[in-house]
């Protein structure tokens, strides 16, 4: 898996060290997503992870690619059905290139719903 050197210390040296359609992208996600919902956003396994009750969210920029990940994406494809299951959990990714079409509205929808499934149903980190 390449990878876009050391790591970033803080959400803003995240999107700070990205560059092109990458920075674009990541930042429209981020607003987007702390604007759905009041999220605290951390770095996490070298990754933008945004936390409510848990692990919800996560960007991740790739050499070629950007995955917006949710740890509930398998209840999240009724909302968007790009998102793929990854993992043997309720992990699920829409994975964008540069050609993806996504926009804020979008990005905000899940990301609301991704807050609502974690309030209703729990920290989806905790394995009961």
Request: proline residues 5%; contains cysteine; neutral net charge.
């Amino acid at each position: 898996m390449p990878t876009m050197g050391p790591a970033a210390e803080t959400p803003d040296a995240y999107i700070a060290a990205l560059s092109g359609w990458q920075l674009e992208r990541c930042a429209m996600m981020r607003a987007a997503i702390m604007g759905a919902a009041p999220f605290e956003e951390t770095i996490k396994w070298t990754n933008l992870v945004f936390m409510a009750n848990g692990p919800c969210i996560l960007i991740r920029a790739e050499q070629h690619r950007v995955l917006l990940g949710f740890w509930r994406g398998k209840r999240l494809r009724e909302v968007d059905p790009r998102i793929k299951a990854s993992g043997k959990y309720e992990l699920g990714n829409l994975v964008m290139t540069e050609a993806t079409e996504v926009t804020a509205e979008q990005v905000a929808a899940l990301a609301a719903e991704a807050f609502r499934l974690n309030a209703e149903l729990g920290n989806p980190a905790a394995r009961t």
